[in-house]
């Protein structure tokens, strides 16, 4: 109780301080304000920093926690994945093929879906083949003309929910309601800039297709590849082509993202999978998942971005304490009498020691909740003025770490800069009054 009243003691009188040294106050509060404000940005830098750092991953992989689930290519395959996940809203199937859309019976201008722009190097002519080893040009003797060949991504779901992929125009799938015999496609980004590129007639057309297609685009995103993709709803697609067809294994295997709670759902996966494996036509194979995790992908880049931010954090907390120390001393110098006076009437050491440390501790407070404030405004106009040209900060909300930083460092910093002119108050002779 006694050390319970002396602390409210000190926060009175060191509340009554402050007020009556106004300008010291402030003078103590903008040498700590950059200090404690520095904090709160290399803190919410680090997690800003961390976003751009897995964005990449997210976009072409999946978000943390994701489950990828990869399919071994098997007859049938196709179908048993739509069938399981059907009326699952914590799981989407990705099934992918090659598509051409252009002039018909010629060779598309990057064959084997290579980037238009040459960035990503020629991919060569795809080659189909059998069971058997025996490969074919699917092209060969065609004519070059007006043709992109792409990849095309039939989705049973919104993938959004797994891959946060980045709207650039027009809108997204609508998975409500029947499908188009005109499949709506959104297109990525390069495959985007391949049809800007070059003017083709919309006519779509598929390996193991029943007819050619008229294809609509209603969109682009950005998905992080380099190479032509399109998504798709696989409704929309199976109307001309077998289901078979996207479990082709010349262009890939069936793909499925899963949430946590899919477990259930993974086992009966892994089980109808290893009953088709079990057909010697197809080969063997067993379903591999992978659990998506940042840190375990890019161990090294993720600790030495902390370590980065935290010594820029240790650097600017303590030119913020120095500052806080300084004006400290030179007030402590000031009240040396008042000081001394209070010691000849009874006030402990251990009380005139805290009454220093609770001015210092206030104004650290104080400079942080400033500093925190600075830091929400600052991110919100750079949001606002930057975001449409970098996803990194597009509806960034203030880190809730550089919140707490903020307040730590508002705390330690009064804590190091009011620990010496406390000790040194606490250690002012009675003697002194005499003199004053």
Excluded at 157 to 174: H, K, M, T, V
């Amino acid at each position: 109780m006694r050390l319970s009243g002396r602390f409210r003691s000190a926060l009175i009188i060191g509340g009554q301080g402050i007020r009556a040294r106004k300008l010291r106050t402030f003078l103590s509060m903008i040498s700590l304000f950059l200090g404690v404000l520095g904090v709160v940005a290399a803190q919410a830098g680090q997690v800003i920093a961390y976003r751009a750092l897995v964005a990449n991953m997210e976009l072409t992989q999946g978000v943390d926690g994701t489950r990828q689930v990869y399919l071994p290519p098997a007859e049938g395959s196709a179908s048993m994945v739509m069938d399981t996940i059907e009326g699952r809203d914590d799981v989407v199937a990705m099934l992918s093929t090659n598509a051409i859309i252009g002039e018909p019976n010629v060779r598309p201008v990057n064959e084997g879906g290579s980037p238009v722009d040459g960035g990503g190097g020629g991919w060569g002519t795809p080659m189909i083949c059998d069971e058997f080893g025996n490969c074919v040009d699917p092209n060969e003797g065609k004519p070059s003309g007006q043709a992109v060949e792409l990849r095309m991504i039939a989705l049973t779901g919104d993938i959004r929910q797994f891959r946060p992929l980045r709207a650039e125009s027009g809108q997204w799938l609508n998975f409500d309601g029947a499908p188009l015999m005109a499949p709506r496609l959104v297109l990525n980004k390069a495959a985007a800039k391949a049809f800007a590129m070059y003017q083709v007639p919309a006519e779509m057309r598929f390996q193991g297709a029943t007819a050619n297609s008229t294809p609509q685009f209603i969109g682009v995103v950005d998905d992080g590849f380099d190479s032509p993709q399109a998504y798709v709803r696989s409704d929309e697609l199976l109307n001309w082509m077998p289901a078979d067809a996207l479990a082709n294994p010349n262009y890939g295997q069936a793909e499925i993202l899963a949430g946590p709670t899919a477990t259930d759902l993974l086992e009966i996966l892994e089980k109808k999978s290893a009953a088709l494996a079990t057909d010697p036509r197809m080969g063997g194979g067993e379903m591999y998942i992978n659990t998506i995790s940042a840190a375990d992908q890019m161990p090294g880049e993720i600790e030495m971005m902390r370590w980065v931010f935290l010594g820029v954090s240790i650097l600017v907390l303590l030119i913020g304490s120095a500052g806080i120390l300084n004006v400290g001393l030179a007030t402590v110098g000031e009240r040396i009498e008042e000081f001394a006076l209070r010691r000849a009437v009874g006030t402990p050491r251990l009380l005139l020691a805290g009454i220093v440390l609770a001015e210092t501790l206030l104004t650290g407070l104080l400079t942080a909740v400033a500093a925190i404030g600075a830091g929400v405004a600052g991110l919100e106009v750079a949001s606002r003025l930057f975001g449409d040209r970098e996803p990194m900060l597009q509806d960034v909300a203030f880190p809730w770490e550089a919140g707490v930083a903020g307040v730590a460092a508002g705390l330690i910093a009064g804590v190091l800069g009011g620990f010496v002119p406390a000790a040194r108050a606490a250690r002012i002779p009675i003697a002194t009054v005499m003199r004053a």
